[in-house]
């Protein structure tokens, strides 16, 4: 398996420290609001990431983080009059409806929040200020980013570079307070009353944003882990700064691979609630099942920059479905297929078969290339739609169906059959009457018949393979 390692810019076969086992930890959502569609792509790609991993036989320890304690929570608290514990149960309980809806494998992934390692924070932070790394300023722990040698390294930012943009966007109190502009805080001092803190050291406050994420890691996780993955917007600041941070502390590496998701456009647009092309899950429900978000979001590089249109999602839909067509068609012709030695042509069609998973092994093993591992589903669809029939032999279709639903499960897709009771047998049995009808040059009774199957909720195409059929 090679895998985009974001620190070296270049593709590294992975290898675990420890055998057959991954420690992998994915910043999760401040949960202050309704998930955007831009926070499904990375609970979308790193769950399958995970998924494929436990398919090719890995011990997957997945941590996704909430941050439940941050600015944004406690004005939300304010605006609607309840507390900001109230606020992050609510959304946490509707990331979880959502995560479920997209078909995410909570019941394998562990989620800290932040409020639960207070008192873990404050001994990470405690420890840089004793190393020298950090130091407290009116009540504030900043740590200090002239003690970290290579800072920088993730982001390939430059420490002057990046002291002078802050220079000039920091303003004189918040500046006054710091050595250096690029410093970044570890814990804030409380500054309205009532507003939820904890006591450390250094008075009554609450921790930064970056060290939460580090403390859960190494908490849950260990000082040195496999994997740390995230959007692309994440890469700097904040895993710049939880680099800084865990390996200031530790003295060790802190995540030997690193993976980044690349963001998601509306309609060639940069997503903002500014520019009203801001879309959160909770209302792009009302009209798609998330299974197709989930799918349209593998249908693209991950690391690329994916569009969100309206025609590309019903686009996704229609796809979406032609490869379920063929899972149910596969599940009927199970039920009905005869149980009998496979024919010569049959024993052939194995080979078929080994070659599919073959492929899907070698594409997804490159970087998690989820768009051409689709690309293999099709071809499985195609071979269930041309190859197989109600004369196929049980164990021919058997094989084919498991291979299908593995593969199809280790993408995290989920088969949903339409309203229409789908009648195998009857839709083969009217497909062959068709066709002799047309033999005949009875078009009127190939005619009646077409609109019968389209009555069923059935289209059917006729194509140099044969004729195909797809719920409609």
């Not at 932070?125 to 722990?141: F, N, P, R, T």
Request: contains cysteine.
């Amino acid at each position: 398996m090679k895998i985009h390692n974001t620190l070296t810019r270049q593709k590294e076969e992975f290898i675990p420290i420890e055998e057959n086992k991954i420690r992998m930890y994915v910043c999760g959502p401040t949960v202050y609001d309704y998930m955007h569609i831009g926070n499904a792509r990375p609970l979308v790609v790193f769950d399958t990431f995970r998924r494929y991993m436990q398919f090719k036989g890995f011990d997957v320890k997945y941590v996704v983080n909430f941050t439940d304690v941050d600015d944004k929570i406690i004005n939300k608290s304010i605006d609607e009059g309840i507390t900001t514990k109230e606020v992050t149960d609510k959304y946490i309980a509707a990331y979880m409806e959502d995560a479920k809806d997209l078909n995410i494998d909570e019941e394998d992934t562990i989620h800290p929040r932040a409020t639960e390692v207070m008192d873990d924070i404050i001994s990470f932070v405690k420890g840089l200020v004793d190393k020298g790394m950090a130091y407290e300023s009116e009540g504030d722990v900043y740590f200090d980013v002239s003690k970290a040698d290579d800072y920088g390294k993730l982001s390939g930012k430059n420490i002057e570079d990046l002291m002078h943009g802050a220079s000039n966007r920091l303003d004189s109190a918040d500046g006054s307070k710091k050595k250096s502009p690029v410093d970044f805080a570890l814990w804030k001092k409380t500054k309205k009353e009532g507003e939820i803190s904890w006591q450390s050291p250094w008075g009554e406050g609450r921790p930064g944003w970056h060290i939460e994420c580090s403390t859960m890691s190494k908490k849950i996780l260990g000082e040195t882990i496999d994997i740390h993955a995230g959007g692309e917007d994440l890469e700097f600041p904040h895993h710049e700064n939880e680099i800084a941070q865990s390996e200031g502390l530790n003295g060790k590496t802190f995540a030997n691979y690193w993976m980044h998701n690349g963001m998601i456009q509306v309609d060639g647009t940069k997503m903002s609630k500014s520019l009203g092309n801001f879309f959160t899950l909770h209302d792009i429900k009302k009209e798609y099942d998330l299974s197709i978000i989930r799918f349209w979001l593998l249908t693209t590089n991950y690391r690329q920059t994916i569009n969100f249109t309206r025609e590309i999602i019903e686009q996704a839909k229609a796809s979406l479905q032609r490869l379920t067509n063929a899972y149910f068609r596969l599940e009927e012709l199970l039920d009905k297929a005869e149980d009998k030695d496979l024919s010569e042509e049959e024993k052939s069609l194995e080979n078929d078969l080994k070659a599919f998973k073959d492929k899907f092994i070698e594409v997804m093993d490159d970087d998690l290339n989820t768009a051409d591992a689709i690309t293999v589903l099709f071809d499985i669809a195609k071979f269930v739609n041309t190859k197989l029939d109600l004369s196929s032999s049980k164990d021919l279709v058997d094989k084919t169906y498991k291979l299908y639903k593995e593969l199809f499960e280790s993408l995290g897709l989920l088969a949903k059959k339409k309203e229409a009771d789908v009648d195998v047998s009857k839709i083969e049995e009217l497909i062959a009457k068709r066709s002799e009808a047309k033999k005949a040059k009875d078009f009127a009774t190939a005619d009646k018949i077409r609109d019968e199957l389209s009555s069923m909720g059935i289209t059917i195409k006729d194509t140099r393979e044969g004729v195909k059929w797809e719920i409609s």
